[in-house]
């Protein structure tokens, strides 16, 4: 049975014992980091940027995977690889050239992923999966946390799920957007590697158990 990795997004920690809530998560056994960066352009919303990025880097070792909800990406990722980010998440609806921009991320020694609303369709970043180490399904539009999961993004993953596995790409799967136990496993069985889950686990009485209950684990 494939591990299954678990990405707690600080969008729904408290940002005012942020330092706490990522200590809280590191002991309930999550894999990554998952850190939502939005720019009030690309999504309705503004969240956080590389300062605070730089500032949370020096609380932990885990792994810091930035999803960059942002209109131009090519023009702002650099300051999250040099704040500390170890995965680079663009979307594939922005206009820049993306094979060119995966590339120069991986480049710089980090990894690259890119991600779909869930109005594109898988063909539209097939022919970018061999410069890509994750592709992220967003199982809720973007931009606000909280919001109920699409189940018809599953046949999506599964889509995903065949193609790499039969081109033999080296690409994980990441999946984003109302995740829970139920959802979670749904995720997985249609062939995720990676959930990102924020209300679920951070407004949980046990962590710890949340985490569990995604990856698979027992307590």
């Not at 992923?113 to 992220?136: H, M, R």
């Not at 599964?158 to 139920?182: Q, T």
């Not at 679920?200 to 307590?219: D, T």
């Amino acid at each position: 049975m494939k591990k299954i990795l678990i990405a707690p997004s600080i969008l729904s920690a408290d940002f005012s014992n942020l330092a706490k809530d990522i200590k809280i998560i590191e002991d309930a056994g999550a894999d990554w980091i998952h850190i939502d960066v939005m720019d009030g352009h690309f999504v309705p919303n503004i969240t956080i940027g590389p300062a605070v990025v730089k500032s949370v880097r020096k609380t932990t070792k885990l792994f810091f995977d930035a999803h960059l909800m942002i209109k131009e990406p090519e023009k702002y990722w650099e300051e999250f690889q040099k704040a500390g980010a170890d995965l680079i998440t663009f979307h594939s609806e922005i206009s820049a050239d993306k094979a060119q921009l995966a590339k120069n991320i991986k480049e710089s020694g980090i990894k690259a992923g890119i991600s779909i609303k869930p109005k594109t369709p898988v063909s539209e970043i097939e022919a970018l999966l061999p410069f890509l180490d994750l592709v992220l399904i967003m199982t809720v539009e973007p931009g606000f946390g909280g919001q109920a999961f699409m189940s018809d993004m599953l046949p999506k993953i599964s889509e995903l799920r065949k193609i790499i596995d039969d081109k033999k790409y080296d690409c994980m799967i990441e999946v984003d957007g109302g995740i829970n136990a139920e959802t979670g496993a749904q995720c997985v069985q249609a062939g995720a590697d990676v959930l990102v889950s924020g209300n679920y686990i951070f407004s949980s009485a046990n962590p710890k158990n949340a985490v569990c209950s995604l990856s698979g684990k027992k307590e």
